[in-house]
């Protein structure tokens, strides 16, 4: 059984501050990986995927550490827009096209 | 266009109606895909379509039939659901099989 797990939050952080998440998978064999946010009521929307040697795009940092099997989500200068529910997703694509698993999911409220 | 769209948005069903879901792309995307999403939780896949064939059906109760009638669109029929199945219907597609772009979803009622 494909797994992912991150912790639920929530996690209450100050305007401007940094924040980061993590996720680990069950799946050694795992090869594509996620984050989408999602605010409530509407659908998930892609921010990132996470590359072997990281990626950053603006304020957010990626990070996939396949030997402990986590992920990571670094955000700097939050702000808050940047509220939301973060789930890390993985895709275990088997040849074909597969479904994503998607963790809970952690929420995220930056305060003024 | 790099959306994906659905409609309708909103849904209220009795359980003895007959409805259908619709989700459209032209993105050129190959594969579509349907979840479930309850509140709080995370979505769940419910069927994948592959080149416009069924590649995955994830024991989903035949209430629920998918359809997909070209590359661009697809349906999901529903028949005789339950309360239950109350939900946020998403839809989903990707071209290489990773990154999935979502449809804003049905949120369905089952009176």
């Known amino acids: 059984r494909k797994e992912v797990e991150q912790d639920p939050g929530p996690f209450n952080v100050p305007e401007g501050a940094t924040v980061a998440f993590n996720c680990t998978y069950s799946?050694?064999?795992?090869?594509?990986f996620f984050w989408y946010r999602q605010d409530c009521r509407k659908e998930p929307k892609l921010l990132m995927s996470v590359y072997s040697s990281g990626n950053e795009d603006g304020r957010f940092t990626a990070q996939l550490n396949r030997a402990s099997q986590y992920i990571s989500l670094l955000i700097r200068d939050s702000k808050l827009s940047d509220s939301a529910t973060y789930l890390c997703?993985?895709?275990?694509?088997?040849?074909?096209?597969?479904?994503?698993?998607f963790g809970k999911g952690t929420h995220l409220i930056i305060q003024p | 266009d790099t959306e994906v769209t659905q409609t309708p948005k909103h849904l209220v069903m009795g359980m003895t109606n007959k409805k259908s879901l619709k989700c459209e792309q032209h993105?050129?995307?190959?594969?579509m895909y349907w979840y479930k999403q309850k509140a709080k939780k995370p979505p769940e896949l419910m069927f994948v379509?592959?080149?416009?064939?069924?590649?995955i059906n994830e024991s989903v109760p035949s209430r629920f039939s998918p359809e997909c009638p070209n590359s661009s669109l697809l349906n999901l029929h529903l028949h005789a659901l339950q309360p239950e199945d109350s939900a946020l219907y998403l839809c989903?597609?990707?071209?290489?099989?990773?990154?999935?772009?979502f449809g804003p979803g049905t949120r369905l009622t089952v009176l």
């Open positions: 989903a597609s990707s071209q290489t099989y990773n990154e999935q772009f």
């Open positions: 799946n050694s064999a795992s090869q594509s």
């Open positions: 993105m050129g995307h190959r594969a």
């Open positions: 379509y592959s080149y416009e064939k069924l590649s």
């Open positions: 997703v993985v895709n275990d694509p088997g040849g074909g096209a597969d479904g994503l698993t």
